[in-house]
């Protein structure tokens, strides 16, 4: 087992990753941007090293920074943890160059699973389904030419896409010229290859994805599914598990197809395959190739550490454990919590002034938030995110409403009051919900 690991991360995943490691009797190396200095994730480490100024590319996106650090305090392992470099397949391969274990898939595995063109193909011939698709788009005219092949309406989206970013929709020929154009031009400037290709889009479905683990000797389990269709922009707002949507029955399906189809791909470490769901059928979208925030949802139903067993798996231990073995219970939700204005959603960086965080059986807040900490404008604004657990779907329900009255946070806006407000829709009660729901509730109440 490793002795010592980098954590090449910030906020809460960062602090997530070093208590599983603390757990194991791991020691934690955090790296930190200048801005950071004062993180919690730098203050509970072992060992602490800035990497940079505040802008990420200077620091948390700064690979050779990164592997100096780690190889200056002798760490044998890097964690990627979520976002930055996570899914860079290119450094994954320069960690492991320098002897050091990338806590992750290989290299290779990210390649060819983080494009989402080849991630299709791979998926089409593992046996998953995937929504009527094309290859690579090279112009306009070729745009338009599939999109008449699979028939309107379609998506356009960047093969290297991530975040919700690079995808238009488009209903016919004329929104098609604009939705190619723009898809490009985000591509071009957020991704590193500005290739877009496009998929069918669905107009009511549900985002249901499966967690997966994997050791290095072919053994795969599934860990259920996650319903992540409460999003505004493309972006997860809740996230339920097990989905409402599913019985026992489908789960078991899905569960076996994507099992097999990770066995005959040869992936290992914990991997996430996304899919839409709509009438019954279920359509790949994706796989990430990370721990996902959404992770506890699942940790909760099934027992499962994730980021204990990507390490674990990490440093060539055995799964060690069936599918059979894996008993799911319970019924779980997160929210995630940003610091933003919960009407416009613009973010709200700032200095905390109160901070109180809800507890009692049931209630996890994975949060890098102490009292009097400032919120720096550099990054992401999600600052916490509440997990609760019941029983019953219903108990859970109840439980997140009375662990979000409980919740302080002073100095900075936050989304709290919107989460509040979704939990008591009836259409979020009865679990009646597809990825256009949040969006077209905002709107209606506008109105
Ligand atoms: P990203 O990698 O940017 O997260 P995804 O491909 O995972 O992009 O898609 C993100 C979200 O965009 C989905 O959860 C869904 O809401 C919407 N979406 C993506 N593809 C389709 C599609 N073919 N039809 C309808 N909605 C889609």
Redesign the pocket.
Known sequence: MFEKVLIANRGEVALRIHRACREMGIRTVAVHSEADANAMHVRLADEAVCIGPARSSDSYLNKSAIISAALITGADAIHPGFGFLSENADFAEMVEEHGITFIGPTAEQMRLMGD?ITARQAAIKAGLPV?PGSPALESVEHAIEWAHKIGYPV?V?AKD?????G?KTAFNDEEMREAFTMAKAEAKASFPSDVVYM????QK?R?IEMQILADKYGHVVHLGERD?SI?RK?QKVIEESPSPALNQQQRHEIGEIVRKAIEQIGYTNAGTL?F?YEDGKFYF??MNTRLQVEHPITEAVSGIDIVREQIRIASGAELGYTQSDIKFSGHAIECRINAENPETFTPCPGKITEWHAPGGLGVRVDSEIYSGYSIPPFYDSMIAKLIVHGKTRNSALMRLRRALEEFVIEGVQTTIPLHQEIISQPEFIDGQYN?HWLEHYMESRKK
């Open positions: 989402k929504t998506i989206k896409g991530g975040g919700g970013k995808m998929e069918k889009y669905l479905p985002h992540c999003q493309n996304e839409l979208l994706e990825i």
